[in-house]
């Protein structure tokens, strides 16, 4: 199987950094991505990691660790708009299997 | 470029009803998912096709529901008969290659309200 954990909510200031931690554990692992999805709307694709590292990207960055089974999404420099649910997705098999979500909240 | 298209938005109906949704995947595109979201379940994956075969539909709840791809350009979910517990965002999906290394797009969703 493939157990995907990430906190269920997370609350930060407009200008600020966050950071989303997302655990996993599967076998024929093939990448791991992150979506962004708004209230009453579809999720969008964020980032890819299929190797070890950090991708950045603007704002976001997303980081990967396959043998720990470890990833984060980094959010900078907050604004009002990223306020969202935060996927991560387990590649398996030509498979995405998603967490449960993190949602965001940006205060002002 | 007309991203992955859905119908109906939204569909309001009664138990022991048939509901079908209906999806047209990205052009070129030879992988389609359908998924269920749910406040409880979160988003969970009930069928895969790669070029128009189900690959694997381990996530169909059960018998009530079925799918099918008679092209590369239309995909049915189909939910006979209704219940309540059906109530759910379903999103369609599709990808140039499966999961691997290429983003999966999301329809709009369709919106199933079983009273």
């Known amino acids: ?108 | 470029d007309a991203g992955v298209i859905q119908s109906p938005r939204h569909e309001v109906t009664e138990m022991g009803q048939e509901v079908t949704l209906r999806c047209k995947p990205i052009s070129g595109h030879n992988s389609l998912f359908w998924y269920r979201q749910t406040m409880m379940r979160g988003l969970e994956l009930l069928i895969y096709f790669n070029n128009n075969v189900p690959i694997d539909d381990s996530g169909m709840p059960e018998d009530r529901f079925s799918a099918k791809m008679p092209n590369a350009s239309f995909s049915t979910l189909k939910i006979q008969p209704s219940e309540p517990r059906d109530s759910a965002v379903y999103f369609c999906a599709s990808s140039p290659t499966g999961a691997t290394g290429n983003t999966i797009y999301f329809g709009e969703g369709s919106w199933l309200t079983v009273v």
């Open chain 1, 1 to 108: 199987g493939q157990n995907i954990d990430q906190p269920t909510e997370m609350t930060a200031t407009e200008g600020a950094i966050v950071q989303i931690n997302c655990t996993y554990q599967t076998s024929g692992f093939n990448g791991l991505f992150w979506y962004q999805q708004h209230a009453g709307e579809a999720p969008t694709f964020l980032s890819y990691n299929v190797l070890d590292g950090l991708e950045e990207k603007g704002r976001f960055s997303s980081f990967l660790s396959r043998s720990k089974g470890y990833s984060y999404l980094l959010l900078k420099e907050l604004q009002m708009k990223d306020s969202a649910s935060y996927l991560c997705a387990v590649s398996r098999d030509y498979k995405l299997s998603f967490g449960a979500g993190t949602t965001v909240t940006v205060r002002a």
